[in-house]
């Protein structure tokens, strides 16, 4: 067993040592926003929290992870309220989302030893490869969520995940949730 702490809950997995972090985290513990995209560490898809430090969770072994702290975009804000994961919204530097918990970690990462970078260094610390081209929009966001971390500025919020569809009936016209009349009224 190779025990470790994962999003703040102790974790054992019975695994192979040699196993990739990135496996034990998508195929044990069904966290699956980290995401597999090259598996040789070059694009930062995968990349999580260990003890802090942004990773690619492809090259670290769980073997290496023993006995360690990891955070995964999950464990990152469960209500989307990180300063981060708020400016990438705002900033629309989302666009398939496939690459975004990898920049969202590498960009909490940096935030959290450097509460003010300038773009160059959130250029190297932010090497992940989107295929999408959000590079203009991701830097505007980090320098969002500086602002933001440092109460110098105020995101609305994004939607918090879990809406209820009766909600969102209402909010969005075209939708209808089960049991909902069309004018947005229950039929109970």
């Not at 940096?110 to 190297?124: C, K, T, Y």
């Not at 110098?152 to 209820?164: K, L, N, T, Y």
């Not at 969102?168 to 009349?181: L, Q, S, T």
Request: charged content about 20%; some cysteine.
């Amino acid at each position: 067993m190779t025990a470790m702490t994962v999003n703040e809950r102790p974790v054992d997995f019975d695994m192979d040592p040699d196993t990739p972090l990135l496996h034990a985290l998508r195929d044990a513990a069904n966290l699956t926003g980290t995401k597999y995209g090259c598996g040789v560490g070059d694009c930062g898809a995968c990349m999580v929290l260990v003890d802090g430090e942004a990773l690619r969770s492809c090259l670290v072994t769980i073997g290496e992870a023993e006995g360690r702290f990891i955070t995964t975009i999950e464990g990152l804000s469960r209500d989307r309220s990180h300063p981060v994961q708020q400016a990438l919204v705002a900033e629309q530097a989302i666009q398939c989302g496939f690459c975004t918990p990898g920049i969202a970690i590498a960009a909490a990462s940096l935030l959290r030893g450097n509460p003010d970078p300038i773009e160059a260094q959130i250029r190297e610390a932010i090497p992940n490869l989107c295929r999408c081209g959000v590079y203009p929009r991701l830097v505007r966001a980090v320098q969002r969520a500086a602002r933001v971390g440092s109460r110098r500025e105020r995101i609305s919020a994004a939607p918090a995940p879990g809406i209820d569809p009766q909600d969102a009936a209402r909010a969005v016209p075209g939708m209808r949730a089960e049991g909902a009349d069309p004018q947005g009224g229950t039929s109970d």
